[in-house]
């Protein structure tokens, strides 16, 4: 069975640090495309991040810089470590594993209709 477990979430002041992890399983991890979606209110999931089974990543711009997408194949287990957080990045966070060919597997390639499986989500709040 494939399953996403994400963990890492919580409550952080502006300028502090998080760090996500999705612990994956029932497919083989290393060679997959995948990807941090954030849930934005009111709009579509949109991704913030993706490592591709090369670990060639990609941002999107409002996080490049402070958003870092990592993998470790050993552990099966995503990691997106959080910096310099801002009260904008407070949202849902979901790993995704992306049903999309290693050249399209960039932030502005993928969108939730490629995404094969969701982990359940874990909440990022940042206070000013």
Do not use: H
């Amino acid at each position: 069975q494939v399953q996403l477990v994400e963990s890492g979430g919580g409550s952080v002041q502006a300028g502090g640090t998080l760090r996500l992890s999705c612990e994956a399983s029932g497919f083989i991890f290393s060679a997959a495309c995948m990807g941090w979606f954030r849930q934005v209110p009111g709009k579509e999931r949109e991704p913030v991040a993706s490592i591709d089974g090369s670990s060639i990543t990609s941002y999107a711009d409002s996080v490049a810089g402070r958003l870092s997408i990592s993998k470790d194949n050993t552990k099966k287990t995503l990691y997106l470590q959080m910096s310099s957080l801002k009260p904008e990045d407070t949202d849902m966070y979901y790993c995704a594993l992306v049903f999309i060919s290693s050249p399209r597997c960039r932030v502005t390639s993928m969108g939730v209709g490629d995404v094969g499986v969701w982990g359940q989500g874990t909440q990022v709040t940042v206070s000013s």
